[in-house]
């Protein structure tokens, strides 16, 4: 949850999902009789380079989407420059270790639903 001097900004890499955060956003304001959603932004941009300043976020959240990134490092290296000190990082993910094969049932759509 976001006081009312919080900011919630969400990212992500391509103009469709974009839009369509915006409308939902917007939508939601509107079905919940809420004419306040000037805490909720979004901005296009990857992971590995996130459209935020230095040292500027308490939390960064990500759903599933470190595992589609091939530079690794790098989004931890990204994610570390913008958190303020003390900030949290919250990551719900897929995660294999080397060497090891994901068995068969749990590459199913359902078993890796995000």
Known sequence: KVGSSG???GVDMTPDMIAQA??????????NNNNNN???EFRLGE????PLGDNTVDCVISNCVINLSPDKP???RDIYR????????????????????????LKTS?????
């Open 110 to 114: 359902q078993a890796l639903a995000c």
């Open 7 to 9: 900011k919630v900004i």
């Open 22 to 31: 915006r409308k939902n956003a917007h939508d939601h304001t509107n079905n």
């Open 38 to 40: 000037n805490n909720v």
């Open 47 to 50: 992971i590995e380079h996130l």
């Open 82 to 105: 913008v958190l303020k000190p003390g900030g949290r990082i919250a990551i719900s993910d897929v995660v294999i270790r080397p060497n090891e094969v994901i068995p068969h049932h």
């Open 74 to 76: 790098q989004v931890f």
